[in-house]
């Protein structure tokens, strides 16, 4: 089981860094993922709930849906695919909250990862 909690402060408005995360074009300029494309879009917004996405760095590749879409300050969302690791995920949110002049956010990430055995 693996469980990931990231908090970071950011010198920007809550709104600005909302859009850059939710943006699936917008994570090709993150170091280390060189794919970001929307297979669906979303209901309301093209990024929103119900968006399918899939986002991959060298071979890993993780198809995800936007499950719950709260503008400014919260975003979750579920891998239905992985490969080559298969992930069994249970959790993905992004919350935001204004702090200051900035925006406090917390990655959190649950699930579990089968790993294959190579040889018989």
């Not at 794919?35 to 093209?46: F, I, R």
């Not at 975003?75 to 949110?93: A, L, N, R, T, V």
Request: hydrophobic content about 35%.
């Amino acid at each position: 089981m693996f469980r990931v909690r990231v908090e970071r402060f950011i010198n920007k408005d809550i709104d600005t860094v909302f859009s850059a995360i939710s943006d699936h074009e917008a994570y090709k300029q993150y170091r280390g993922v060189d794919t970001a494309v929307l297979l669906e879009a979303g209901k309301l917004d093209k990024n929103g709930l119900g968006a399918l996405r899939k986002l991959g760095s060298g071979s890993i590749q993780m198809v995800e849906r936007i499950s719950h879409f709260e503008p400014p300050t919260r975003m979750c969302y579920h891998i239905e695919q992985s490969k080559p690791i298969f992930i069994d995920h249970s959790k993905g949110e992004i919350t935001l909250q204004t702090e200051g002049d900035g925006t406090r956010v917390a990655w959190e990430s649950h699930g579990y990862m089968k790993v294959p055995l190579v040889g018989a």
